[in-house]
């Protein structure tokens, strides 16, 4: 009976399991090897309760993201200090993890529906279909939000409030609906070099040498009753850093050639 333990989407855990293993295997060397994830953070990760903490985070690409995530949030969990050596932290990962993902995307191929497995909660996007926006919102569907709600109960959910990896997009207003109707933890997270590292699916690596950025920080102090949801979108766009103040006017050219530098030196560093 144990061994067909299923989750509240249905989900066997025993091959879930197995999934986050084989596929943490095989993605492991692209953030410690290939290319370098420089974590800060994982102490509050083991300061979390199991279940209902919201994870939002800037987007960079569909799945490099939420793998990484993966990987830090399990090593972190096995007293890695803000590192990801040693995968066998990914052994007994934990299962109550999901993320939420675009409907179309989790459909878009055969990888992509067996990623799936590993904790997608997919959803209709109101603003965007086929890949183009649309001019009129369709409605939201209650199934979606139902299922965040589930995801919740039962342990830790990943999302993305920009709905889209182009930077400094608008927060769209439902994650901050899902926070204070649901009332969860809302922890902070700010990656960075994951668009220059993969392409934009995040299923092929595109360069090697680049050191990729993942800060965890403390849980949000957010007023659940009195403050509105305005003021929640603006909260979140400062902690992912995606608020437009952060949008500085620079040449692309010294943004390029910053980069390049920055990269050398870390590397010379480590």
């Not at 986050?20 to 095989?26: N, T």
């Not at 994650?175 to 994951?194: E, L, S």
């Not at 220059?196 to 050191?211: A, E, N």
Request: contains cysteine; proline residues 5%.
């Amino acid at each position: 009976m144990g061994l067909f333990r299923r989750n509240p989407f249905g989900h066997i855990l025993f091959l879930k399991r197995w999934m986050i293993f084989v596929f943490g295997m095989l993605t492991h060397r692209r953030y410690r090897g290939f290319n370098r994830l420089e974590i800060e953070g994982s102490e509050i990760i083991r300061k979390l309760p199991d279940a209902n903490v919201l994870f939002i985070s800037n987007h960079q690409t569909y799945f490099a993201d939420v793998v990484a995530m993966f990987h830090v949030f399990n090593a972190s969990l096995k007293g890695r200090e803000n590192n990801i050596n040693n995968v066998c932290y990914l052994w007994k990962p934990k299962l109550n993890l999901y993320y939420v993902a675009a409907k179309e995307t989790m459909q878009s191929g055969m990888l992509p529906r067996i990623l799936a497995y590993a904790g997608a909660i997919s959803v209709e996007r109101t603003w965007r279909a086929a890949g183009k926006d649309v001019d009129e919102k369709r409605a939201v569907n209650p199934n979606d939000t139902e299922n965040i709600k589930v995801a919740l109960e039962d342990g830790w959910v990943i999302t993305f409030p920009q709905g889209t990896t182009k930077p400094f997009k608008p927060i769209r207003k439902g994650t901050a609906h899902i926070i204070k109707q649901h009332k969860p933890i809302v922890v902070p997270i700010v990656i960075d070099g994951f668009r220059r590292s993969f392409d934009k699916k995040g299923l092929r690596l595109k360069k090697k040498g680049i050191f990729q950025s993942f800060v965890i920080k403390e849980p949000l102090h957010i007023d659940y009753d009195n403050e509105s949801i305005d003021q929640i979108v603006e909260k979140i766009e400062y902690a992912i850093e995606q608020h437009p103040s952060f949008l500085k006017v620079i040449p692309l050219e010294e943004i390029q050639a910053q980069e390049e530098l920055n990269q050398q030196r870390r590397w010379d560093a480590y």
